[in-house]
T-cell receptor, first 112, second 115 residues
Framework: RKEVEQDPGPFNVPEGATVAFNCTYS??????FFWYRQDCRKEPKLLMS???SGNEDGRFTAQLNRASQYISLLIRDSKLSDSATYLC?????????????FGTGTKLQVIP | EPEVTQTPSHQVTQMGQEVILRCVPI?????FYWYRQILGQKVEFLVS????????KSEIFDDQFSVERPDGSNFTLKIRSTKLEDSAMYFC?????????????FGQGTRLTVV
């Protein structure tokens, strides 16, 4: 099983739609979880951290399910500018250091 | 806003040549990383660096790779003898601390093309 697994997509959705991505992780000792956004040929940038209680930032909602070892990202009212690749990132203690592992990313294309 | 800067933005090199990719992390950050992303593929961890030594490296980071922080500000990745398959985008990242929930900030990347 991959350390961090995502559906690569692409997810093609119309403007205004709601779309959800899931990400599963294999290390049950993982401590922190993030969603990063990566535009084509650009660096990844933090979209939001994922907290145990779930968290919301405007149109974006992140959830964590430790029992099933997955995190999710929900985007409501999709905009054209949301088109990007969304990277699931998991941080786990590895021999005293935090190992940060990226998923393959899920590509989202919002179409007019 | 402080940022991680990388130079050059694009490097073309011949197979077998040595390349040095440079990064200037955010000034108060203590943990440094190199990642690579082959076109169309996932972001892959190469190496992490703290307190002037490698704290972890992946299987990709073989003897052809080395990292250095020569002067307290620059953080460099050297590839000794480049191969065609080293062609990728190389991202440098830094974090202020090692706490699990600390955000990693990425530079804009160096696109390495080996011909």
């Amino acid at each position: 099983r991959k350390e961090v697994e995502q559906d690569p997509g692409p997810f093609n959705v119309p403007e205004g739609a709601t779309v959800a991505f899931n990400c599963t992780y294999s290390n049950s000792a993982s401590q922190s979880f993030f969603w990063y956004r990566q535009d084509c040929r650009k660096e990844p940038k933090l979209l939001m951290s994922v907290y145990s209680s779930g968290n919301e930032d405007g149109r974006f909602t992140a959830q964590l399910n430790r029992a099933s070892q997955y995190i999710s990202l929900l985007i409501r009212d999709s905009k054209l500018s949301d088109s990007a690749t969304y990277l699931c990132v998991v941080s786990a203690n590895s021999g005293g250091y935090q190992k940060v592992t990226f998923g393959t990313g899920t590509k989202l294309q919002v179409i007019p | 806003e402080p940022e991680v800067t990388q130079t050059p933005s694009h490097q073309v090199t011949q197979m077998g040549q040595e390349v040095i990719l440079r990064c200037v992390p955010i000034s108060n950050h203590l943990y440094f990383y190199w990642y690579r992303q082959i076109l169309g593929q996932k972001v892959e961890f190469l190496v992490s660096f703290y307190n002037n030594e490698i704290s972890e490296k992946s299987e990709i980071f073989d003897d052809q790779f080395s990292v250095e922080r020569p002067d307290g500000s620059n953080f460099t990745l050297k590839i000794r003898s480049t191969k065609l398959e080293d062609s990728a985008m190389y991202f440098c990242a830094s974090r202020v601390g090692q706490a699990a929930n600390t955000e990693a900030f990425f530079g804009q990347g160096t696109r390495l093309t080996v011909v």
